[in-house]
């Protein structure tokens, strides 16, 4: 059985140096920087950074920088009487003969370090390679190794083992194969197949690897590759070759091990060492003498130079103040030429310019002379035959005009008389005709009247209240002035505790009110509210919308026409939109990164909750583009951070349109003690900036009278997608309604906010589940409605407001949790059987990372909070919960139906 840490020889790169480990002490032999090791009989091979191959023992020889054709030595091998190396920066690997000639090179890309080939070893009767990854630029594994490692054959490319992290120190053992995973701190073994047999996580960089007997020597590396180095100094591992459990470890006076091979001969070590001394020593000496020759060179060059500098400042100094004489000479002269030079132009034109003023001034006075006596002849000539014209054409008008006085009184008494005539002719005619169109539009309206009773069926209106007193005014108002007067309105209450029953019965006795003392939810709530109508045709309204006058009528319309046509008319869906129209506003801020992990770009703070326009009620902000999700801060603040730009839609109050408007932003730059300079515009104008500081702030803007017109209407829903596995989706949500949407069409599902059916075909397909309680449940009616055959069609000339979740509140706790819940109880009860597979799927891994979400907080613990008190993962977990104890019943009920089918 081996000594411990006995016979090793260890290679330290970066100047660390050659060590020699005998009976438990480390010396060190040298301290060159020496990666690459192998030892063959008395001989021993070292690779020397950057570019020096060494051989020592039977035969010595050593190819330096003027012999070799590779750099960036790392690691070497024996191959019988010659040897290989690896050459890194130029991804190669070169052959040698016993002689140091080359004898063989492969090389696997042009970019230099850009596969990091490192180490050899002879497996699998071939020569093998590790690399930490294929890269198309130099050194562009940096940060990217993760994974991307390999061991390939040097000679056919066949890749053996793959999803490495810097793999080093490839050992054969038997027919397997040792690697150092050495950012992973591992070492791994793998078959002649390359599967993986087994790993060990040790506490350093592993890199260099030493079967000896029993024994398996691992070398440990401060390295600068990993961050959380758990070893101060170079060590060498000693591990049970066949458990790999540790047996004794020693620290090197060194950062790094890069090979460990064993010289277990005491002659061949004595004759190694002596030998491996003897090259050092050359090399220091050769070293020594080629610096004092250098140094000697260099002082005679230094000297040589600085004459010649001396030299050369001499010359030029000479010659500049030559020059700058020359011209300081010839500028003076040329100055002094140019300057007689301008004096004698200036008295030329001088006198030029007097002459030719005296001979204009001669001529101007004589023309002007010979053109005022033109002038007075002429206006002699023109005025005497003016008079003469003025004269003839004055009798001319005199008689003309009498003439026509004349004409024009006969005239105007020939038309008063016949104009009386007709007016009074008329009067009577326009009395008979209008009282025949009274007493016809009076018939026809009776007529259409009748004949609307008896074509369009009654048509009950639904709608559930829960503590929804301040909406309903509204909608009773405009369910009242219907163009299609509904046979009765219902309002289904909830148990509301806010004088929503008291205030119907006050203010609208007709209205008929159905009060449960329990919440039934939205679906419990419209069943209730459908058991009681007495009409043909229900339709099912929101309690916080109010519709457009013909909302009604629009509905109706569609589903008498498409069942005339022979249509199966399940559902008619209306268009809506969102309850006040929008504008767009636009903030612009320069970017900062918060570092510590946080990789975003943050502009500004924005409370959502408290941004608006000054005097709109209505708070509900879309946001478009450019902001981050949304984040909970203290004093109840909805924030979110914008980009570098960023875009919301925020509305206004119909009486606001037309006029002037002021847009408020509460915001803050937090993290930014000097502050933000924060651009706003609106609707593609610019409103002007405002200097954002740490703590939030509100800034007002002005908003001209003639932008605030650009208001557009905003699409809630125009009807809803449905996908296989249960996922339903507003059609057209958050986009202006600018008339992509107003073409009737054939749907996947209604949306419960709106809807129009027969109150037969509703209670005959059991109406909402009430299981549901509220979400998801108008998708689940659309599914199986769709299963039996009957069509969904979309109606958008049928306008509905809608204030949006006014009952549940917008993103509230309770909103989460039915959404969570429902749209997978959704799936589980309507998807084909193909689908049921991946649902469950998909629920167990949503499960699974749910309760993952919920071990800080304790798995149970929302069993004992109500909704409003738990955080989102809680919600989601509880919902997750309770989706999965319902899910035996949903599921066993579908395979009874299947059952009884195939009897």
């Known amino acids: 059985m081996p000594k411990l840490f006995d016979g090793l020889l260890v290679s330290c790169p970066n100047d660390g140096g050659l060590f020699l480990i005998h009976e438990g002490r480390a010396s060190r032999l040298d301290s060159s920087s020496c990666t690459g090791l192998d030892a063959n009989g008395s001989s021993v091979l070292l690779g020397l950074q950057p570019r020096t191959l060494s051989l020592t023992g039977a035969r010595n020889w050593s190819l330096g920088d003027d012999e070799t054709l590779f750099d960036d030595v790392h690691d070497v091998m024996f191959d019988g009487d010659g040897c290989y190396v690896v050459g890194t920066t130029g991804n190669e690997v070169v052959r040698f003969d016993g002689m140091g000639n080359e004898t063989g090179r492969w090389a696997f890309s042009s970019q230099r370090d850009s596969w990091h080939l490192n180490c050899l070893a002879r497996w699998n009767d071939s020569v093998v390679f590790s690399a930490f990854g294929t890269f198309d630029v130099t050194r562009g594994y940096k940060g990217a190794t993760h994974g991307a490692g390999f061991v390939q054959d040097l000679f056919t490319g066949q890749r053996y083992v793959e999803g490495l992290s810097q793999p080093h120190s490839l050992v054969r053992h038997g027919e397997n194969l040792l690697v150092a995973n050495s950012e992973c701190k591992e070492i791994r073994e793998y078959s002649l197949d390359g599967s993986l047999l087994r790993v060990a996580v040790l506490d350093g960089y592993t890199r260099g690897i030493c079967i000896v007997g029993d024994l398996l020597y691992v070398g440990l590396s401060c390295s600068r590759n990993i961050e959380d180095d758990s070893v101060p100094f170079a060590t060498v591992l000693a591990l049970d070759l066949e458990t ?23 002659n061949v070590l004595l004759r190694a060492l002596s030998t491996l001394s003897e090259s050092a020593v050359d090399r220091l000496t050769s070293s020594l003498q080629d610096c004092k020759g250098l140094a000697v060179r260099l002082q005679q060059r230094v000297a040589d130079c600085d004459a010649q500098l001396q030299d050369k400042d001499r ?17 003076q002269r040329v100055a002094c030429e140019r300057d007689q030079m301008l004096a004698d132009k200036d008295k030329a034109w001088s006198d030029r310019v007097a002459q030719v003023a005296a001979d204009h ?22 005025s005497k035959q003016v008079t003469q014209v003025a004269a003839t054409h004055v009798a001319e008008i005199q008689r003309i005009a009498q003439e026509r006085d004349q004409m024009l009184t006969d005239q105007d008494s020939a038309w008063r008389v016949r104009v009386e005539q007709v007016m009074s002719e008329s009067q009577l005619e326009v009395e008979r005709i209008d009282h025949e169109r009274r007493a016809y539009s009076v018939s026809v309206e009776a007529r259409q009247k009748e004949i609307l009773s008896q074509l369009v069926p009654r048509v009950s209106v639904v709608t559930v209240n829960y503590n929804g007193k301040e909406f309903l005014q509204e909608l009773i ?47 419990g709530g419209n069943n209730l509210g459908v058991d009681a109508a007495t009409s043909p045709l229900v339709a099912l309204i929101n309690n916080d ?18 069942t005339a046509a022979g249509e199966r008319v399940g559902a008619v869906s209306p268009k809506i939109v969102y309850f006040k129209r929008f504008l767009k506003v636009k903030l612009c801020a320069p970017v900062y ?6 990789g975003r770009m943050l502009g500004v703070a924005v409370d959502l909750s408290e941004t608006s326009f000054v005097g709109t009620n209505y708070v509900k902000p879309i946001i478009c583009q450019g902001f981050y999700h949304e984040e909970r801060w203290p004093e109840n603040r909805i924030v979110r951070w914008t980009g570098e730009t960023a875009e919301l839609m925020l509305p206004i109050a119909e009486a606001q349109l037309g006029s002037l408007l002021k847009l408020r932003i509460v915001a803050a730059a937090a993290g930014r003690p000097d502050g933000v300079c924060l651009e706003v515009a609106c609707e593609g104008q610019s409103l002007g900036t405002c200097n954002v500081q740490e703590g939030f702030a509100e800034f007002e803007f002005d908003i001209p009278c003639d932008l605030s017109n650009n208001a ?54 059991g109406g909402f589940d009430e299981r549901f309680f509220m979400y998801y449940e108008d998708a689940d009616l659309s599914w199986r409605l769709r299963k039996a055959g009957w069509k969904l069609f979309f109606e958008p000339r049928s306008v509905v407001r809608h204030i949006h979740a006014g009952s549940s509140g917008e993103w509230s ?68 919960m309770n989706a999965a104890s319902m899910l035996p019943s949903i599921l066993g009920k579908r395979l009874r139906v299947l059952l009884r089918k195939d009897r």
Request: charged fraction near 25%.
């Open 244 to 266: 790999w459990v540790e047996r004794g470890r020693l620290h090197l006076n060194a950062r790094e091990i890069y090979s460990i091979i064993s010289i277990i001969d005491t």
């Open 315 to 331: 010359i030029w100094a000479q010659r500049v103040d030559q020059v700058a004489a020359d011209h300081v000479m010839e500028i």
């Open 361 to 382: 001034i001669a001529e101007i006075q004589r023309v002007a002379r010979e053109r005022d006596q033109m002038l007075i002849d002429k206006d002699k000539v023109w």
């Open 477 to 523: 108002e405009s369910l009242q002035r219907q163009t299609l007067p509904p046979a009765e309105i219902i309002v289904v209450d909830n148990a509301s505790d806010d004088g929503s029953v008291n205030f119907l019965r006050e203010t609208h006795p007709q209205v008929k009110i159905l009060r449960s003392e329990v919440n039934l939810g939205f679906a």
């Open 545 to 562: 919308t109010v519709v457009a006058d013909s909302w009604l009528e629009g509905l109706v319309a569609t589903w008498a026409q498409k």
């Open 593 to 598: 990164s918060p570092g510590a992990g946080d």
């Open 712 to 765: 557009k209407w905003v699409v809630n829903n125009a009807g809803s997608s449905l996908d296989g596995l249960g996922n339903a989706a507003d059609i057209g949500i958050n986009q202006p309604d600018v008339g992509q949407f107003d073409q009737p069409r054939e749907l996947d599902a209604f949306c419960g906010c709106s809807v129009l059916m027969p109150r037969k075909l509703f209670i005959d397909h």
């Open 813 to 880: 706790p309770g909103f989460r949790y039915h959404v969570t819940r429902n749209y997978r109880l959704n799936g589980f009860k309507n998807a084909g059987a193909a689908q049921i597979v991946l649902l469950i799927a998909l629920f167990s891994r949503s499960l699974v990372r749910a309760a993952r979400g919920n071990r800080r907080l304790g798995l149970l613990s929302w069993r004992r909070m109500l909704l409003n008190d738990m955080a989102p993962v809680q919600i989601e977990f509880k919902a997750l």
